[in-house]
């Protein structure tokens, strides 16, 4: 009683970003029209940068609001995920990188569920 939960779509975008991050060539160039990074004025130098910084001031929180976000990416155990892919994700996102066996439907469950 007394508190509110506020759901927003940050969290999507923010999800967005990260996946921006590990495209290449053609996939890179419709996410950032779609994203409308240029319109934004980001550029690809400066736009991981801009989520981090964001994030930092929206994780300060203050006296009336408490923002809690969680950030993962979960890959496949066949798949290795760059390191350069990591850096950026734990750096810029605050991101943990999991390695799952989606055919174990449990464990993959308990690990999106976490």
Do not use: W
């Not at 930092?56 to 969680?70: Q, R, T, V």
């Amino acid at each position: 009683a007394g508190k509110n939960a506020f759901f927003s779509p940050v969290s999507i975008y923010v999800a967005l970003a990260m996946a921006y991050g590990a495209a290449r060539t053609e996939t890179a160039d419709e996410m950032r029209n779609i994203l409308q990074y240029d319109k934004a004025g980001i550029n690809d130098e400066n736009v991981h940068q801009s989520f981090r910084s964001s994030l930092e001031l929206l994780n300060k929180g203050s006296d009336e609001y408490k923002l809690i976000m969680a950030n993962a990416t979960l890959s496949s155990i066949n798949y290795e995920i760059l390191p350069e892919y990591k850096e950026l994700s734990k750096t810029h996102y605050a991101a943990m990188l999991k390695e799952v066996d989606f055919r174990s439907t449990n464990q993959a469950v308990n690990e999106v569920n976490q």
